[in-house]
């Protein structure tokens, strides 16, 4: 796969699988997870075999993060590793650049917020530049399920602020 680092052309908030005609990245899939709840709490499904969000992908790592408030993290792309974000503890700002030579949506960007009070799955595919912001006063806990395990060969990095990229982070100071 070739990637390379790309003035962003076109930036979309994604709220669900909207296309390509609306600014979403090819490839990036976009689950809005639906909660039942009652006075003990609540049940949601992330995903089940054969859904959209995990088509062609074979789960090979299941991981946890927690990161602080106000703390960026971004930005890296794998060669071969799709993601499957799922925030489900605070909120946060998922950042994505669409840097894959050759798709027909190189260039652009999507911003799209979640986390426990609007609970998502979201899929990454390799080569799309990806990071987060945490919003808010709480820290953001997420899970996420990789389909290969982890190797450092397979990142590539850019700077959250890097000018040639060109992304606008929302008054986040970088910690």
Known sequence: ?????????????VHSNVGAEKGQ???????QLV??????GFFSEVFQVGEEVVADFEIKQSSITMTRPETIKAFHWH???DDIFVPLRGAVRISLVDLRLGSPTYGFANSIFCGHLQL?????PKGVAH???VLGNDEMTMVYYTNQT?????????AFD??????TWWGIENR
Request: net charge negative; proline share 6%; aromatic share 10%.
């Open 79 to 81: 060669y071969e590793q």
């Open 1 to 13: 796969m070739k990637v390379e680092v790309t003035k962003i052309t076109r930036h979309a908030i």
């Open 162 to 167: 890097d000018p040639d990229l060109g992304w």
């Open 35 to 40: 909660s039942w709840p009652d006075d003990r």
């Open 25 to 31: 990245i090819d490839g990036v899939v976009v689950k």
């Open 131 to 133: 990071g987060y912001e």
């Open 150 to 158: 982890y190797n450092p060969k397979d990142e590539g990095r850019i």
């Open 120 to 124: 998502k799955a979201v899929r990454i």
